[in-house]
């Protein structure tokens, strides 16, 4: 077992919010339905929005939280197995988004199970929350666009 303070779980979902803003920018680019174009960059603006509320969760306060326990074998469950890089295809990103959001649902989901502090655990329950969303919304385009057109 790997013991992670608060501080690096905030710094992980940073990240994760940053990769997942790239990935929704990118996947508005290549869109060519207006629909997807905006539901993309609606999806971006909330993962910057996410990031911002990271990034300012007080550093003091997070030293006070009590440490959390990540048990090693379910972080892989939490992390996508497709890499991000710049040249992906429509339906791979539509892939890594699926797969992305999932892991992230599952991540926020899990940390709020770590913390005894109430407000952190509605924060990550309400970014959860949003995160289920996000795939539901993915899944639909990704039934329409690829299944649908291969």
Do not use: W
Not at 44 to 49: F, G, K, P, V
Not at 96 to 118: C, H, R, S, V
Request: hydrophobic share 40%; with cysteine.
């Amino acid at each position: 077992m790997k013991f992670v303070t608060l501080e690096d779980v905030i710094k992980f979902a940073i990240d994760r919010e940053d990769t997942a803003y790239k990935l929704y920018k990118r996947a508005a680019e290549l869109s060519t339905s207006i629909a997807s174009k905006k539901m993309f960059e609606e999806l971006a603006q909330e993962e910057a929005t996410h990031k911002d509320v990271f990034i300012k969760i007080d550093d003091e306060k997070a030293e006070n939280h009590k440490l959390c326990t990540l048990p090693e074998s379910s972080i892989a469950k939490y992390l996508a197995d497709v890499p991000f890089r710049e040249n992906l295809s429509y339906s791979e990103i539509l892939a890594f988004a699926l797969k992305t959001e999932e892991n992230a649902y599952q991540l926020y989901k899990a940390a709020a199970g770590m913390t005894d502090d109430p407000k952190l655990q509605k924060i990550l329950m309400n970014f959860a929350d949003v995160e289920l969303g996000h795939r539901r919304k993915i899944e639909i385009i990704y039934e329409e666009r690829v299944l649908t057109e291969g």
